[in-house]
């Protein structure tokens, strides 16, 4: 034996590197640790309350104080009480509602009648005191157990924080090694929330974080996967942070936190914490998000409801608002705050920045007799503001008319109040001079080319207002005397930023041009091209459509042509998936036109989506006449929906929530303020420039599942390529330097992703470069043996179809490239989709691709024809003998058989392992080295189609493991067997002995477990506690009278594995 130096490793065990961690660093910024017994115990015991209902009775009477009439007075007992039960018998009304309706009760207390001085008032009692933090007690615990809804099995979230008793924080470790870590604690938090699981916990959790050592992300109460963020802290430093984790904790601490569950690593514990480590990404998230400061500011100020959901700050918000803040609350000499303006990219949630932001301004403390004007031009942020505001204690007024704003703003009192641009401008003329200095302006992007002439007004009317504004587009030099005299740049946030933190998608585009020209010979030059994978009957049909096209004007023969490309582009691509399309129309006589020619073609769904006669909404000529066609429309729609608000409402919701329209076409509505993250596809066919232009294409930049970019499809040549556009911003000197760069990563030629598939094809194939006779599939098969090139073949396939896809969709790509290769594209996606769906079943795998599923699916109906991607299904169990048997047989060679009989059976034994571990490891072992001898080629097809049928037969019969006469019948008692065989084997010289004192013993230890179990044992660690106790004072009886020299580290084990098959094979 060679003589190893003695270098301690690290653990990659889930509690050894994240859950250990995690807690220490928690105690370590002023968490106290309640062991899990402890924290049972201060909710009476009963694991259907998730509130420490002691605790929080005695913060209730510390941080509640009665002041009146000069005096101080407690809360009477029976108040407290009663304001204990008001929190933790919230009636369940749904998760979210049922969140919402705690969290109000959080932040805004609850009143309460009580008797002072001989007077019977309402005194305000809370549950936390917002404003000194250092008043509440915070407590952390891990593997809390809550009790299932309507059941007595538990879940037991890693981590959670509590303030005064309350749940507020809930954190899901994971280890680094697993091959989605985050995703993975993610979804065990998105399960834990539904109705059947333990909701009541996330009922009263606001914070919710997911870590890992190498990655963080969170989430609140109803926040699906993709809208989990990463922190990126902007005030705190390394050095902070470090101090935090090299604290020493107290001997104390030690002892509480290693005397029970993680007893027997308080060594290795010690000796990391006499070397010292250094700082993992979890321990940034779980300092930035968790010190106690931070949690109780970032819960009552950055969270909100919306529609039905629940958001929370990004850190962009979070820290755009704390500047923001810290700017107003220095006064200048003549009384005034500085505003300016605040530039974060459309998609990153501006519009909730703003709302954030008003939302600090009504809880600042000191602002007396403020006003807060949010100045919008949606409708639909009303009812958003309006609930926001609700836990603040002051609902906002909506301005009915600007003489209304006007009297608003001279109020002497408090108030919040939305208006629209127009009201605003109307309430600023007719104003009297008021010079109160705590008037803040919000106004919204949209009007920034108002800016400055608002501006003006605004300092005429109140001279000591602080006034922001708000932009999702870089910022233009003509803008920067405007941006100054708000007070300069308070905060940016780029479409750079905001893709790299996956907030919103990137951008591809493309220029696609229709045949302009009416000279025969160009029209039938295109009129081929676009028919060409027609039907002679197909085409004759098509041209019988456009038979009429001659003696159309020039213009309408460009839309008709148009319209037909967009139907087939939209056919090919999109139909058939979740993604939708935007039409940007001329004027509103072109968007008729355009869902006349859709309507024609009929291979589209399409809707018109414009404003009344009266707006001149896309016309050059403000004073031109309404078209009649335009009147026409207008009267039907108003006739089919009765007002233009019920219009607008019943089409935007149709095109974000049903299958049809799939494009809607518009001219200069929902061109900005419009989000439906199921917008993929904007088709553009009119001139638009700077803003408008960027606020258009950002219509299509919304997150949604599957959807790795949006896409510009221009017929304009508004961006005829990247260099062009830019040539037009820059030297025109539109854009600040910052917004010419974030311009150039605001959008990607489509031909740049393009040309990434020959690559990405080369990729898939050089997984293959070992296979001399590539005609030989079971070649494939067997090479994709290995799980680690199982999963590159996997990823590289998902990443060369979606690819594909986006190269079929270009016009350019088809026309630049030759057919042949096109077809060898499409051929080998075919080969290999259906090898992908032959490993799969071959090797036991259920495996897709997720949330491109469709797109893939899609891909392949239009121009590859494999059929439809195979649904997965439960695969089919071993023990189902006879329907296994069919399946086996469905296989092509020997060797495709027995990798079919071997990879389900390890299925099995994963499956299986932790109810009788000594069982399934022997077996595991005997299936591993048939597999390595077969890869090795020790073993023949039918040697290896033999062996491991044998053995799969064997774990189906349970044959072949000797187990001895007294334990037949008895299968918890023989998987308690194996492990003691295991370890007394080592110990007792016969065989035969150890079987018998190993079979006596598996016996009597399923004796001494049931016993001891009660309902719900599985997690009442008392319970557990007296189980190993009597199972540890049994088997050192057993070492005494069989003289077997069990050591210490030997008798744990034991302990821990037999605990761990009992809660397994005993659930209840």
């Given at each position: ?44 015991n ?24 000069g ?148 989430g ?8 989990w ?34 007893h ?27 010190r ?37 609350r ?61 836990h ?38 007719k ?10 302006v ?6 920034r ?23 999702g ?13 708000f ?33 025969k010979?160009a ?70 036109l ?25 016309e050059?000529d403000?004073?031109?006449?309404t078209?009649e ?56 066919t ?45 030297k ?17 030629d489509?031909?740049?992703?393009v ?12 997984i ?9 599939e079971e ?26 896809g986006i ?34 079943r ?25 059929g ?44 299986k ?15 591993e080295?048939?597999?390595?001898a ?16 044998e053995?799969?037969?064997?774990i189906?019969?349970?044959?072949g ?6 334990l ?101």
């Amino acid at each position: 034996m060679p003589d190893f130096p003695k270098n301690p490793i690290p653990s990659m065990k889930e509690d050894h590197i994240s859950q250990i961690p995690a807690l220490q660093l928690l105690q370590n910024i002023g968490y106290t640790y309640l062991t899990p017994i402890e924290a049972d115990a201060a909710r009476n015991n009963r694991k259907g309350n998730v509130v420490l209902e002691n605790i929080l009775v005695e913060q209730l009477r510390k941080i509640n104080v009665i002041k009146y009439k000069g005096g101080a007075f407690p809360f009477t007992d029976g108040n407290i009480i009663d304001a204990l039960h008001t929190l933790t018998s919230v009636m369940d009304n749904g998760l979210l509602k049922t969140n919402e309706q705690i969290y109000d009760l959080l932040c805004l207390g609850k009143g309460l009648p009580q008797v002072i001085a001989g007077d019977i008032k309402s005194f305000q009692l809370y549950y936390i005191d917002w404003n000194n933090w250092e008043n509440n007690v915070f407590h952390v615990t891990e593997e809390y157990s809550v009790e299932r809804t309507g059941s007595n099995e538990t879940r037991r979230p890693d981590i959670v924080l509590f303030v005064n008793g309350i749940p507020l924080a809930v954190i899901e470790c994971k280890r680094p090694d697993m091959k989605d870590p985050i995703g993975e604690a993610i979804s065990q938090h998105i399960r834990n929330q539904k109705d059947y699981e333990i909701p009541k916990l996330f009922h009263y959790a606001q914070l919710l974080i997911a870590v890992s050592k190498n990655e963080a992300k969170y989430g609140t109460v109803g926040t699906i996967p993709k809208f989990w963020s990463v922190w990126k802290e902007q005030e705190y430093v390394e050095e902070d942070i470090y101090r935090a984790i090299s604290q020493i904790p107290s001997p104390e601490q030690k002892d509480r936190l290693f005397e029970d569950r993680f007893h027997y690593i308080r060594a290795y514990f010690d000796a990391i914490e006499a070397k010292g480590r250094q700082i993992t990404e979890q321990d940034h998230a779980l300092f930035n998000l968790c010190r106690r400061e931070r949690l109780l500011e970032f819960v009552y100020r950055f969270m909100l409801f919306d529609s039905g959901e629940k958001k929370i700050a990004r850190h962009q918000q979070y820290f755009c608002v704390r500047k923001t803040m810290n700017r107003i609350r220095k006064v200048q000499p003549d009384g005034s705050r500085q505003g300016g303006v605040i530039w974060h990219t459309q998609g990153s949630g501006k519009s909730l920045t703003m709302v954030m932001l008003a939302e600090a301004l009504a809880l600042e403390t000191g602002l007396n007799n403020y006003k807060i004007v949010l100045v919008t031009d949606r409708v639909d942020l009303d009812d958003q503001i309006y609930k926001v505001f609700l836990h603040c204690g002051s609902a906002p007024v909506q301005a009915k008319t600007g003489k209304h704003l006007a009297e608003l703003l001279m109020e002497n009192k408090s108030t919040i109040i939305t208006t629209v641009i127009d009201k605003f401008e109307a309430a600023v003329a007719k104003s009297a001079r008021n010079e109160n200095p705590n008037i803040f302006v919000l106004v919204d992007e949209s009007h920034r080319g108002q800016f400055g002439e608002l501006h003006a007004k605004m300092k005429k009317a109140i001279p000591n207002g602080c006034f922001m504004g708000f932009t999702g587009t870089p910022v233009m030099k003509d803008d920067r005397n405007t941006i100054f005299r708000f007070g300069g740049l308070i905060d940016t946030y780029t479409i750079t930023d905001a893709v790299k933190d996956k907030a919103v998608v990137p951008l591809l585009y493309e220029g696609r041009h229709v045949e302009q020209n009416v000279d025969k010979e160009a029209i039938d030059s295109w009129f081929a091209r676009i028919t060409e994978n027609l039907t002679p009957a197909q085409r004759a049909d098509l041209k019988k459509k456009f038979s009429t096209t001659d003696q159309l004007n020039k213009a309408e023969q460009k839309v008709k042509r148009v319209a037909y490309d967009i139907s087939v582009h939209y056919r090919d691509a999109w139909q058939g998936t979740p993604y939708k399309a935007q039409l940007v129309a001329q004027d509103k006589a072109a968007a008729l036109l355009y869902k006349k020619y859709l309507d024609e073609f009929g291979m589209v769904s399409s809707e018109v989506l414009i404003s009344g006669p009266d707006d001149r909404e896309g016309e050059d000529d403000p004073h031109g006449d309404t078209k009649e066609e335009v009147k026409l429309f207008w009267k039907r729609m108003m006739s089919k929906y009765g007002t233009d608000r019920e219009y607008n409402r019943q089409l935007i919701n149709a095109f974000k929530n049903s299958e049809q329209p799939e494009i809607i076409i518009v001219v200069d509505k929902l061109l900005t303020g419009f989000d439906a993250p199921r917008n993929t596809v904007l088709y553009l066919t009119r001139m638009l420039k700077d803003h408008t232009l960027l606020q258009a294409i950002a219509r299509v930049n919304r997150l949604h599942d599957g959807k790795d970019f949006g896409y510009i499809i221009d017929y304009r040549g508004v961006l005829e390529n990247l260099d062009k556009a830019l040539d037009i911003y820059g030297k025109l000197s539109a854009f600040e330097d910052e917004g010419l760069d974030d311009l150039c990563n605001a959008l990607a030629d489509i031909e740049v992703e393009v040309a990434k598939l020959s690559q990405r094809y080369s990729d898939l194939w050089d997984i293959f470069k070992t296979i001399d006779n590539k005609r030989d599939e079971e070649a494939y098969e067997r090479l994709l043996a290995d799980e680690a090139i199982r999963e590159k073949f996997y990823e590289r396939l998902s990443v060369y179809a979606r690819t594909l896809g986006i190269a079929i969709a270009s016009q350019k790509f088809i026309d630049k490239t030759p057919e042949k290769i096109v077809e060898k594209y499409k051929a080998d996606l075919r080969f290999f989709m259906q090898l992908r769906t032959s490993v799969r079943r071959r090797y036991a795998e259920v495996v897709d691709f997720k949330e491109y599923e469709t797109r893939i699916q899609k891909l392949l109906d239009t121009h590859v024809g494999t059929g439809e991607v195979e649904k997965l299904t439960n695969l089919v169990n071993i023990f189902d003998a006879d329907t296994f048997a069919k399946e086996v047989e469905k296989q092509g060679s020997t060797a495709s058989k027995a990798d079919t009989i071997a990879y389900r059976t390890k299925k099995t034994i994963s499956e299986k392992m932790a109810e009788d571990p000594a069982f399934y490891k022997k077996f595991s072992e005997l299936l591993e080295a048939a597999i390595r001898a077969f890869r090795q080629q020790r073993l023949t097809d039918a040697e290896y189609l033999a062996k491991v049928t044998e053995i799969s037969e064997k774990i189906r019969t349970r044959s072949g493991d000797e187990i001895p006469k007294e334990l037949e019948n008895l299968e918890v008692a023989k998987a308690f067997y194996g492990v003691l065989l295991e370890v007394f084997a080592s110990h007792v010289a016969e065989k035969s002995d150890a079987r018998k004192i190993g079979a006596d013993a598996g016996i009597q230890i399923d004796k001494l477990i049931k016993e001891k179990m009660i309902v719900n044992w599985t997690s009442n660690q008392d319970i557990q506690n007296q189980m190993k106790l009597a199972i540890e004072d049994y088997l050192f009886d057993l070492k005494e009278k069989n003289s077997i020299s069990l050591s210490f580290e030997e008798i744990d084990t034991l302990l821990d594995t037999v605990l761990d098959i009992a809660r397994v094979r005993y659930p209840e």
